[in-house]
């Protein structure tokens, strides 16, 4: 199975200051060529996760545009340029790639 | 407004079965890839199986193969999963999802809790 390590998996944050989760998985993640898919999630105390970024890079409907996703081949990366109180919770990267699809074990950002 | 909602959970002893169920609304999914997630507590989370629109195509997690089957009704509109032979560590929230690329699922449902305990 395709391993996906998060870090760090603990993220104590300042309101207003930049935040940057890494994702690593243990193989690449390009598709058919053409597509890449990972996925980042988040899922705050008592809900189901939400999907933020999709494809590495594409930000989904609704979701506030500090949040931002890059990467490329095994490396790819969550920022939040400026934390507000809301963004506390469990985030997650998930690769869509090589079944059975994977979770990272979570970073859990705290102000 | 797109809803889904899983039902079925509760509590169970090792070995016994349940059905979960997941009914979808406000949104035609029956082209829809759809697929199980579990969430065991206070843990990660953990893709289980997925099935195509017309059925014609299954994967499943080695943790769960043999054991669980997933199957669908479009015309209700509904997901469902068997889980059979249950284990104590497949107590977890179990959750349904879908979207037009099951691979990033953009729809969750609330998840049903399955207690596994003698």
């Known amino acids: 199975d395709v391993v996906m390590t998060q870090s760090p998996l603990s993220l104590p944050v300042t309101l207003g200051q930049p935040a940057s989760i890494s994702c690593r998985s243990t193989q690449g993640l390009v598709y058919s060529g053409r597509y890449t898919f990972l996925n980042w999630f988040q899922q705050r105390p008592g809900q189901s996760p939400r999907r933020l970024i999709y494809e590495v890079s594409n930000r989904d409907s609704g979701v506030p545009d500090r949040f931002s996703g890059s990467g490329s081949g095994t490396d790819f990366t969550l920022r939040i340029s400026r934390v507000e109180a809301e963004d506390v919770g469990v985030y997650y990267c998930?690769?869509?790639?090589?079944?059975?699809?994977?979770f990272g074990q979570g970073t859990k950002v705290e102000i | 407004q797109v809803q889904l909602v899983e039902s079925g959970g509760g509590l169970v002893k090792p070995g016994g079965s349940l059905r979960l169920s997941c009914a979808a609304s406000?949104?035609?999914?029956?082209?829809?890839?759809k697929g199980w997630i579990r969430q065991a507590p206070g843990r990660g989370l953990e893709w289980l199986s997925y099935?195509?629109?017309?059925?014609?195509?299954?994967n499943y997690a080695d943790s769960v193969k043999g054991r669980f089957t997933i199957s669908r009704d479009n015309a209700q509109g509904s997901l469902y999963l068997q889980l059979n032979s249950l284990r104590v560590e497949d107590t977890a929230v179990y959750y349904c999802?879908?979207?037009?690329?099951?691979?990033?699922?953009?729809?969750w449902g609330q998840g049903t809790l399955v207690t596994v305990s003698s």
């Open positions: 998930m690769q869509g790639t090589h079944w059975p699809w994977t």
């Open positions: 999802a879908t979207g037009p690329q099951i691979r990033t699922p953009d729809y």
């Open positions: 099935i195509s629109g017309d059925s014609g195509d299954t």
């Open positions: 406000g949104v035609t999914f029956s082209d829809y890839y």
